[in-house]
């Protein structure tokens, strides 16, 4: 692998763990809405699994 290809595959790999990072963000500001809007997720997974599906869409 040449110098170039391996700064874009690194590149790459950032942004992608960017984009990860900011969805799990996004999917637990929204478990938290979920929950202050009066507990429609008891459990920690179920909102999280919510919130993804929210987040999906």
Do not use: Y
């Amino acid at each position: 692998m040449t110098k170039a290809e391996n700064r874009a595959a690194a590149r790459a790999w950032r942004q992608e763990r960017m984009r990860q990072r900011a969805e799990e963000v996004r999917a637990e500001a929204i478990a938290a809405d979920l929950a202050e809007l009066g507990g429609f997720a008891t459990t920690s997974s179920s909102a999280e699994g919510t919130a993804a599906r929210i987040a999906r869409s």
